[in-house]
Structures are given as C-alpha cells and as structure tokens.
C-alpha cells in the first residue's frame, strides 16, 4: 500500500487559489489517486480521481507529473466554507486506502 | 453520487454495555466495505475490511472478539463494539465500495459518535 505525504496544515484567503501537493513515492502501477475533503465530525467526501496528466472537474484540478510520484489538488478561488481537512489517498482494486495525516486547510476572510 | 448511511449517527452508552453501529449502501449494492476509526484531531484509522458472506479481515492490533463485524447482506454491514470502554470513545465511519465497469469508487458514511461513560 502506497504511503502519502503532505503538509500537515496551510493557511490561505478568499478568493485565493489553493495548491496541496502530495508525494507518494511508492505508488504502483494500478493505483489511482483520489482526494477526498473531510468537515468535523462528518465523513469524508469525494473531491477527485485521476490515473495520470491533468484531470479537471466542477470544484477542483488534478495534476499529476508523468512519474506519478506526487499530485497536486488545486482549487481555484477558495472560500471560508472550503475550510478542511484534505485527504490525498492512493489505491486500486479493493479500495483499501491507508488515511495519511491529511492537510489541515484554513481559509481565512 | 451514491449515498452510504450510518445509524445511529450518535451515541452514548455505560461502560461495559455493547453498541451496534449500522451501515447501509442506499442506492448500491456492496461486496466490499471498510470500517474506520477517527480519534478528535487525528486521521482516520482502518479498523477492518468487511466482505459479504465471509469473515470480515481485521488490520493489526484490532481486537476482532472485541469489535465484531457482520456484513450478511450486501447493502449492510455492521460493526458491534463488545463490553465498550470510555476509550472506545470514538468516531466511527465506514465506507462502501461501488463496483462499475471498468472502475471501483469508495463512498464514505456519515460517521457515528460513539460516547462510553
């Protein structure tokens, strides 16, 4: 199972553009990487996937360098309500994710 | 997407009772589903893999006689904390893998807060 690095906490403001990078070093070749975004006391939820390059969808971007060693989730022009804990998980198959730290993200006013 | 419930959401029992948390896929049918523990600040902890008909697989240092999972349909799975403990106090979240063609997408519950007095 791939292990996952990333910051452990970042701050930004509104209308910023947020970039959490995330290395995973030992990835194999079946593993997708997906991002999820968990609120207190809720379940994560799901934010992206993608396999290689750049994947792109109605909240955020995917972008994966061709070695696939490390991502990076990007989101675009943050607001308070994008205040979370970001989860970087890499898998296949049966889905059996390893949670990492996450990625303590607080948006400011 | 597809919708994974969690009942009870909370609860609060006495130190030695037993507590049974439900998770059901509403829209989909699960072979697979995962059990997760979340301690206040911390990440999400894999507990055990439950598999439809068969013995659910336990991660180290999980006590299996102590955390019993049943996954007899495959819309549920269940995870019942035996002889509770205030350090059993906890999180608890589980997530359900939907199977297509071609993909598999993990879908997560709600979470149920578990209190031991």
């Known amino acids: 199972l791939a292990k996952t690095t990333q910051p452990i906490s970042m701050d930004s403001y509104e209308g910023q553009e947020v970039n959490i990078t995330c290395s995973h070093n030992?990835?194999?070749?079946?593993?997708?990487i997906t991002w999820y975004q968990q609120f207190p006391s809720q379940g994560p939820r799901f934010i992206i996937q993608?396999?290689?390059t750049k994947v792109t969808n109605e909240v955020a971007s995917l972008f994966i360098p061709a070695d696939r060693k490390s991502s990076t989730l990007s989101l675009p022009r943050v607001s308070l309500s994008d205040t979370a804990v970001y989860y970087c998980?890499?898998?296949?198959?049966?889905?059996?994710?390893?949670f990492g730290t996450g990625t303590r993200l607080k948006v400011l006013a | 997407g597809a919708v994974v419930s969690q009942h009870p959401s909370r609860v609060i029992c006495k130190s030695g009772t037993s507590v049974k948390i439900e998770c059901r896929s509403l829209?989909?049918?699960?072979?697979?589903m995962f059990w997760y523990r979340q301690f206040p600040k911390q990440s999400l902890m894999l507990m055990a893999t439950?598999?439809?008909?068969?013995?659910?697989?336990?991660e180290q240092g999980v006590e299996k006689d102590k955390f019993l999972i049943n996954h007899a349909s495959l819309t549920l799975s269940t995870l019942t904390v035996t002889s509770a403990h205030p350090e059993d106090s906890s999180f608890y979240i589980c997530?359900?893998?939907?199977?297509?063609?071609?993909?598999?997408?993990?879908?997560f519950g709600p979470g149920t807060r578990l209190t031991v007095l």
């Open positions: 998980l890499v898998g296949s198959g049966t889905y059996k994710y390893i």
């Open positions: 997530s359900a893998i939907k199977t297509g063609v071609g993909y598999n997408e993990q879908f």
């Open positions: 993608g396999y290689k």
């Open positions: 439950s598999n439809e008909g068969s013995k659910a697989t336990y």
């Open positions: 829209d989909f049918q699960a072979t697979t």
């Open positions: 030992n990835i194999a070749t079946n593993d997708y």
